[in-house]
Each structure stands twice: as C-alpha cells, then as structure tokens.
Nanobody
Framework: QVQLVESGGGSVQAGGSLRLSCTGS????????VGWFRQAPGKEREGVAR????????YYRDSPKGRFTISRDNALNTLYLQMNTLTPEDTGMYYC??????????????????WGQGTRVTVSS
C-alpha cells in the first residue's frame, strides 16, 4: 500500500519557521522525484519545490525561493521542507507528491502519481 504522510504543519507568526516532513512507504522512494505543493484557501494548488532522486538541482517556484529549502533523506524515505521567514501568504495546506519521472511543478502537480493527505500551515500577521 502506497502512502505519503506529511507532518510538521502548525500555526506560527509571520517571520517564524516550520519544517515539514513527508515519509513515503510502499514504493521505491529513493528512485522517485518528490515535491511540495500548497493550496491556499480559495486558490488553486501550486507547486512549491521539487527535488530529484539524488538530491541534485532542487527546483523552486519564484515565491518561496530563498526562504524555503527542500531536502530528502532516502535512508529514511523522508522528504523535508524547511520554511523560514514565513508570511501570511504562505498559509495553506501543504502536500507532498512523488513520481517516477521528472514532471513540472508549475501546473499545480497535475499528473503526479502519489499524494499525501496534507498538513496545514497557518501564518498570522
């Protein structure tokens, strides 16, 4: 049974930090591209960052670039998103996703194979 389980969300004040985790099981996590996506209230889902199986060349959307860091630990089948200097605009549900081939994150994750259930991030001003 394939699972992606996110954790680490919560409520923080603007300027704060959170570290999200996503643990995969039931598929060869270390061979998959993995990414983070988010959906703000009333908005479409958008890509945040993506990382390849060997942690080379991580890719970020323009908005979080410089504030967020994506990383992975294949020995633990876990994906991370370190989020610093959070703003209220970062509020939303954060999802991890996995796919065996390289896919864009700029279309909101359409076509990605496996998804987690999400973890909520709320940033207050």
């Amino acid at each position: 049974q394939v699972q992606l389980v996110e954790s680490g969300g919560g409520s923080v004040q603007a300027g704060g930090s959170l570290r999200l985790s996503c643990t995969g099981s039931g598929f060869p996590f270390s061979n998959y591209y993995v990414g983070w996506f988010r959906q703000a209230p009333g908005k479409e889902r958008e890509g945040v960052a993506r990382i390849d199986p060997n942690s080379r060349d991580p890719y970020y959307r323009d908005s979080p670039k410089g504030r967020f860091t994506i990383s992975r630990d294949n020995a633990l089948n876990t994906l991370y998103l370190q989020m610093n200097t959070l703003t209220p605009e970062d509020t939303g549900m954060y999802y991890c996703a996995a796919d065996p081939i390289l896919k864009t994150i700029r279309n909101g994750g359409r076509g990605w194979t496996y998804w987690g259930q999400g973890t909520r991030v709320t940033v207050s001003s």
